[in-house]
């Protein structure tokens, strides 16, 4: 018996194929930007009180997220990632990025206080 064959595979029964990673991801809507509509609000919520300003209401892939989150965080200052579908930026910037959002054609606005 030859193990070697079996040692990388250890599924015991696989249903539809070998690779299903393509039908299990979601499907994300590509919506271009004047469609979407966006919520900027600064939260302090579980940062241990550091604020952060928090993009929301992307419905876009997240390698368009990627590219937006990286000339946010250059014309910012600051430092920056993509969570969950959310754009957080370090630092209270609400204006600013709603500003640099409305030029690139998105709808945007300030949310919350």
Known sequence: MS???SSDNRFV???????HS??????????PPQ???L???ASRKGRKGKTVTVI????????????LVKQLKTQCGTGGTVKDNEI??????KQKILEIM??????AKISGG
């Open 3 to 5: 193990s070697s064959k």
């Open 22 to 31: 393509a039908a299990t991801q979601r499907a994300i809507p590509e919506l």
């Open 39 to 41: 919520k900027i609000q």
């Open 13 to 19: 029964y696989r249903e539809f194929g070998d690779d």
């Open 88 to 93: 957080e930026i370090q630092g209270d910037h």
């Open 56 to 67: 929301t209401g992307f419905q876009t892939k997240p390698e368009v997220l990627a590219g």
């Open 35 to 37: 469609q979407q509509n």
């Open 102 to 107: 409305t030029t690139l054609g998105y709808k």
